[in-house]
């Protein structure tokens, strides 16, 4: 009596199982789809640290072919204190991008590089302590255009990521080693 529904229950896991996806999809493949999550800073080795927090999401329209949509804010985390320091400023600067760009790789690693064009938010309140306190308020909104690398690690429904991004838009502060470049490690779902 008890065989039967075992007999049942067996038959139909082997029958789910030629619907079912037996294998994730590979980053390079057209059915990849993933979001990430990651932190950061300005850059590898720029002073001062200003941290970020951004979101990618990839979709993958083709063989070795993306799309993809990138949002980044970035924000000063400590609040210096005025009566200790000379100059005190304030920032805050938000990113939001879509792009096209290559993908390659296997199951367990994927190198992704974008070109991003999208508006930039920037503001920041500077000041110094002096007797009048004269201070520097900047507010913009202005385009975006950027280069974005991305490294995927992993096999799993989750995996390791690390970004670098590289703004070209103004040219003369890319020239200038000015630019607003971050680096981020985070995390990322396959979707």
């Known amino acids: 009596m008890i065989r039967f529904p075992l007999l049942i ?3 139909f896991g082997r ?3 030629l619907f079912a996806q037996s294998s994730l999809p590979a980053f390079a493949s057209k059915e990849f789809r993933s979001l990430e999550v990651k932190a ?3 850059g590898l080795l720029q002073m001062p640290v200003i941290p970020n927090v951004n979101v990618l999401y990839q979709r993958n329209i ?3 072919l993306a799309a993809v949509f990138y949002s980044e804010a970035a ?3 400590f609040t210096p204190n005025p009566e200790e320091e000379y100059l005190v400023r304030k920032y805050f ?3 939001g991008t879509a792009g096209l760009g290559g ?3 296997k199951k367990g690693i994927g190198n992704s590089l974008f070109l991003l064009a999208g508006g930039r938010y920037y503001h920041s309140h500077a000041y110094v302590q002096e007797d009048l306190m004269p201070e520097l308020v900047t507010s913009r909104l202005m385009p975006e255009l950027g280069l974005l690398y991305d490294l995927k690690i992993g096999k799993k429904q989750t995996y390791f990521s690390f970004q670098h991004y590289i703004p070209l838009h ?3 502060m890319l020239l200038a080693g000015e630019g607003f470049r971050t680096t981020s490690l985070g995390i990322g779902v396959r979707l």
């Open 103 to 105: 993908t390659t790789g």
């Open 40 to 42: 950061g800073k300005n």
């Open 93 to 95: 600067r938000w990113v």
């Open 15 to 17: 029958f789910a199982l």
């Open 9 to 11: 229950i067996l038959l």
């Open 170 to 172: 103004p040219f003369r």
């Open 75 to 77: 924000f000063s985390a």
């Open 62 to 64: 083709g063989p070795h």
